[in-house]
């Protein structure tokens, strides 16, 4: 049986449409041939939320949006149509979440009821909760006001900042650094110059250090006992010699001690004195002459 052309196109046409189904939810993550559980959940936000979202419960993908339908009755809000793989079970009391990414995008994810002892059936509807104002949202009502307030003091202080860096007298305070940095190269230069010298200077310290030591083994070798038993005679002599000339006991020390002595020996003089004068005075009362 020959089959028509028409009929021929026509069935190519079909396989066309279902492979480009099949590959379009693939593309987008469903999988058309396998089993999955249909849930349904409500949002009066969806936060950028498409079909074919994921799903996700502990990190891990367990199904996605299959559809998203306006919910004229209220005339806000949306449904959604979730398919979640066959082996999922969700326990009463779990709830869906929209959490959005601040780079763009947004997922659904399944906070699961650890203590739930009853589950949903197919069909039935997962509480939900919207995701809130978002990043940015907190960002535009809480962060930028405080930035425009701060906005004034930014302001003036760049002002400020603007007539501190015409003022001139930075300009003198710049080069008085730039002259106090050029004074200190050239001290570093100078320190530079005279640490060259230092080695000659240490070497003479090492030669004078040399020479100490040699002194210093000199006199360690010396008889040093002998010299200080001959220093304590000497001195024991010296102080016998001073208590002889301070007693009265010794000639030596009469004539040191003794004020008649003295006296006696001055008188003594004088007298030798008066006589020699006398002497030159008058030579003939003490020579005589006699002429035959």
Do not use: C, W
């Not at 480009?20 to 089993?35: D, Q, R």
């Not at 990190?59 to 999922?88: C, H, P, Q, W």
């Amino acid at each position: 049986m020959k089959i028509k052309k028409e009929v021929q196109i026509g069935l190519l046409a079909l396989v066309a449409i279902a492979l480009g189904y099949i590959g379009l939810n693939f593309l987008k993550g469903i999988e058309v041939f396998k089993k999955t559980t249909t849930y349904y959940a409500h949002f009066d936000n969806l936060s950028g939320i498409t079909g074919a979202a994921p799903i996700e419960a502990s990190g891990f993908k367990v199904g996605n949006v299959r559809s998203i339908s306006f919910d004229y009755s209220r005339g806000y809000g949306a449904t959604l149509e979730l398919a979640f793989n066959s082996d999922m079970r969700i326990p009463e009391g779990s709830r869906l979440k929209i959490k959005t990414n601040p780079l763009g995008g947004s997922e659904l994810i399944l906070f699961v009821n650890p203590q739930g002892k009853t589950y949903l059936s197919e069909g039935d509807t997962i509480a939900s909760q919207d995701a809130g104002d978002g990043l940015l949202a907190s960002v535009s009502d809480k962060i930028l006001p405080s930035i425009a307030g701060m906005m004034p003091t930014i302001a003036s202080t760049l002002e400020r900042l603007n007539v501190l860096l015409n003022d001139k007298s930075i300009d003198s305070a710049l080069n008085g650094i730039n002259a106090s940095s050029q004074q200190l190269n050239g001290m570093m230069v100078g320190l530079n110059n005279a640490s060259r010298s230092l080695p000659p200077i240490l070497n003479n310290v090492g030669v004078m250090s040399s020479n100490l030591a040699a002194f210093s083994g000199q006199i360690a070798s010396m008889r040093l006992d002998s010299l200080v038993l001959n220093l304590q005679q000497t001195t024991a002599q010296l102080q016998q010699v001073s208590q002889q000339l301070r007693s009265k006991d010794n000639t030596a020390g009469l004539l040191l001690n003794d004020p008649s002595l003295y006296h006696r020996l001055d008188s003594l003089v004088g007298t030798a004195d008066r006589l020699m004068h006398d002497l030159q005075e008058n030579p003939k009362r003490y020579v005589h002459f006699s002429i035959f």
